[in-house]
């Protein structure tokens, strides 16, 4: 190690010694692993107080962790329900025709519905436009209750996959004669919860026997306040024309696509565009996903949470680094650089916060657990919370770090030495 | 290593002035005691010749390179291989033994911790605590205590050993084995550069720098 001799300009400086750039000194180094080392230790010094800062981190990932599994849960058990009761089901009903009019289904295209290649079973109803059910005739005609009247075929309840609740429904042997089955919401409107012991309802001019109760059909909630008579019936009674309003489809489970694309040229060929085909599993499914979103003001009050819980953790972050004034400037004359300290104090409340994260997301798949076992529902967590929940905790820590890292790094180590 | 100061004065904020145009040349191998009263900036001085802190003007040499220019990280390379500090609070870490402690002393070296430790327990050999590897501070006393931070701050075989009061908080006896160590130090080639009030500790060293009002007032020799 020579000193170099230049002749200063200056004047002041007539000899310069070499930069210690040149010098071989060694270079000050911290690897990762000794960083997470340093960061590990400092978190066990203090473990109550790591423990406390990191639990407000957990509680804001634990609610919404719980609130994306809650509602994750509700989700996979809503679309479990419509694939029990099957994504099969189509509904063919009277579009507009070409002009604009409200178009009709020929008698005609429940034969031929009937008779397609991949098509299982079919029940088609007749809505009955003259027709009001009532209590007893004393009943005001204008107090409908919004009860609507349909004749059905006797297999609707097994198309729709509905149960009933009472009784049994209209039966190939009783139909000439005036029976009649409610709908679970037309029962309620009625006042009726069960049959037997001659129930009656007026329907046009005449009492029907109540022979049946339906349960919600959760595939077209629309029937449920309709009462079903039966077509013989409804033709001999109330005139009533044999178009159907709406033919229910059951296809073979891999063919729901041709079958749907086929049904309109089926059902009414010279017209196919005054028919209208859906799939209300379809309408169910987007429903579920809809319910599926979780609550954004049950969000907001996660990340309230977590936001509180980033502040406790700058806090004691700062208190830390005051504390912890000797350490710092100890490290500063074993060679630390100012990077490594701040490093340092990032790396701590980056770890605390992501261990809290992880705590977090233990907090909230147990609660999405218990709540998911006492409503029977499966325990869904989101596989991205698996990942995003520790990483949120990890980014939050290094922000909160971010203020309480720079002022370890600025202190004088002077000064930190003499505290 | 040899260290030197020129001109340097050191400033702090609200208008302290800790040195006042101190120049001082010292040779590598050099024992130097640095005696004054308090306030005189002996620990400025030790704190500006171990790059802990940048003067306010002059020019700082270590082995001959200039400093002032040197960035951060450099300065940090420096103090991480070659220099060793002591201090009179000794600073060690309550929740670590005494071998983790002085391990720690080569952290940034970028030893690997197998060998941080392998140094460590030979320099905790050197100044008599082997049989204290495992203690933590707490369980030891001040003499054993201030011997853990000088085999943290001579561990890595600093070239420049400074110690600020080592003493200090020790009984004349603990004090004088912590000098007997400091001494065999230097021995060893160390340029060693001791602060102390003590005129009697001060005597033992073959050159004495006398500080007052940060001025070196007297550079004596023996």
Do not use: W
């Not at chain 1, 309709?226 to 024309?241: G, H, T, W």
């Amino acid at each position: 190690m020579t000193d170099v001799a230049i002749e200063g300009s200056s004047g002041r400086r007539t000899r310069r010694s070499s930069s210690l750039r040149d010098a071989d000194v060694g270079r000050a180094r911290l690897p990762p692993r000794e960083l997470l080392g340093v960061a590990l230790q400092g978190l066990r010094t203090r473990k109550l107080r790591a423990a406390l800062s990191a639990l407000g981190i957990a509680i804001g990932i634990g609610a919404m962790v719980a609130v994306v599994g809650v509602s994750s849960s509700a989700q996979a058990n809503l679309i479990a329900e419509i694939d029990a009761l099957g994504t099969n089901l189509l509904t063919v009903s009277p579009g507009t025709d070409f002009l604009g009019n409200s178009a009709v289904l020929a008698p005609s295209s429940v034969p031929m519905i009937a008779h397609m290649l991949n098509v299982k079973s079919d029940a088609p109803i007749y809505q009955l436009t003259n027709a009001n059910v009532y209590r007893t005739p004393f009943v005001p005609a204008e107090q409908t209750g919004g009860i609507g009247v349909d004749a059905a075929s006797e297999n609707l309840p097994k198309v729709l996959g509905a149960g009933l609740s009472s009784g049994h429904f209209l039966s190939a042997v009783g139909q000439r004669y005036p029976e009649v089955v409610l709908g679970s919401q037309a029962a309620a409107t009625l006042q009726i919860n069960q049959v037997g012991g001659h129930v009656l309802v007026y329907i046009g001019n005449r009492y029907f026997n109540v022979i049946g109760i339906l349960k919600p059909v959760k595939l077209d909630s629309s029937l449920d306040s309709v009462v079903f008579i039966s077509l013989p019936v409804a033709e001999r009674l109330f005139q009533q024309l044999p178009e159907p309003s709406e033919i229910y489809v059951r296809s073979g489970q891999n063919n729901v696509t041709s079958v749907a694309n086929l049904l309109p040229a089926t059902a009414n060929p010279q017209d196919p565009s005054g028919v209208s085909v859906n799939r209300p599993s379809d309408v169910l499914e987007a429903r579920a996903a809809a319910k599926g979103q979780f609550t954004t003001l049950l969000l907001g009050l996660g990340a309230v949470a977590l936001l509180v819980g980033a502040i406790g953790i700058a806090n004691i972050m700062v208190i830390s680094v005051l504390e912890r004034r000797g350490e710092i400037g100890l490290r500063r004359a074993l060679g630390a650089t100012r990077g490594h300290i701040s490093l340092q104090f990032l790396a701590e409340s980056a770890l605390l916060a992501a261990i809290g994260g992880v705590f977090g997301l233990l907090i909230g798949a147990g609660a999405t657990e218990v709540y998911a076992a006492t409503r029977h529902e499966p325990f869904v967590v989101p596989t991205y919370a698996l990942i995003a929940a520790p990483c949120a905790g990890f980014l939050i820590g290094a922000l909160a770090g971010l203020y309480p890292a720079a002022k370890a790094a600025r202190l004088s180590p002077t000064e930190a030495l003499r505290a | 290593m040899s260290v030197e100061l020129t001109d340097v004065v050191k400033e702090y904020p609200g208008g302290v002035t800790a040195l006042r145009d101190v120049s001082v040349d010292i040779p590598a191998g050099g024992q130097v005691a640095v005696v004054g009263p308090s306030g005189s900036g002996k620990t400025t001085m030790l704190t500006i010749l171990g790059t802990l802190e940048r003067p306010t003007s002059g020019d700082v040499r270590v082995a001959g390179h200039d400093t002032t220019t040197a960035s951060d990280g450099e300065l940090a390379g420096l103090r991480a291989h070659q220099i060793g500090f002591v201090f009179q609070a000794f600073h060690l870490q309550e929740s670590m033994s005494a071998v983790d402690n002085v391990a720690t002393g080569m952290l940034y070296t970028g030893a690997p911790l197998g060998r941080r430790r392998a140094l460590a327990r030979e320099a905790l050999e050197r100044v008599g605590l082997g049989h204290r590897l495992d203690f933590r501070p707490k369980q030891l006393s001040g003499g054993e205590r201030q011997r853990v931070a000088i085999a943290r701050a001579i561990a890595k075989r600093p070239a420049i050993l400074l110690a600020d009061e080592p003493t200090g908080n020790l009984d004349s006896k603990s004090g004088a084995g912590v000098l007997d160590v400091l001494h065999e130090l230097g021995s060893d080639g160390a340029t060693l550069v001791l602060i102390t009030h003590d005129e009697h500790i001060a005597g033992g060293f073959p050159r004495r720098l006398h500080m007052r009002d940060g001025e070196i007032v007297e550079d004596e020799r023996a």
